[in-house]
C-alpha cells in the first residue's frame, strides 16, 4: 500500500508540475488535457470511496488528469 504525506505543495511546485504536464510528449506540444486539482479533504475522501483506493483521501494533494479529445 502508498502512503503519502498530508501536507499541500507550495506554490512554486504545483507551478512547476502545471509546466512539466503542458509538455508532454506529443506532436508540437499539442496535447490537449485538463488537470483537475482537488484540495478539498471531503472531496478526497468520496473519490476514494468511489475508487476503492484509500490512499487517494490520505494526501495532501490529488490531481485528475484528463485527456480532451
Do not use: W
Amino acid at each position: 500500500m502508498r502512503h503519502f504525506k498530508s501536507q499541500p505543495l507550495d506554490k512554486e511546485t504545483l507551478n512547476t508540475l502545471y509546466e512539466v504536464a503542458n509538455h508532454t510528449a506529443s506532436s508540437q506540444f499539442l496535447q490537449q488535457f485538463s488537470i483537475i486539482h482537488v484540495t478539498d479533504k471531503d472531496k478526497r475522501t468520496k473519490l476514494a470511496e468511489i475508487c476503492n483506493q484509500p490512499p487517494v483521501s490520505e494526501n495532501g494533494e490529488l490531481f485528475i488528469f484528463l485527456i480532451d479529445l
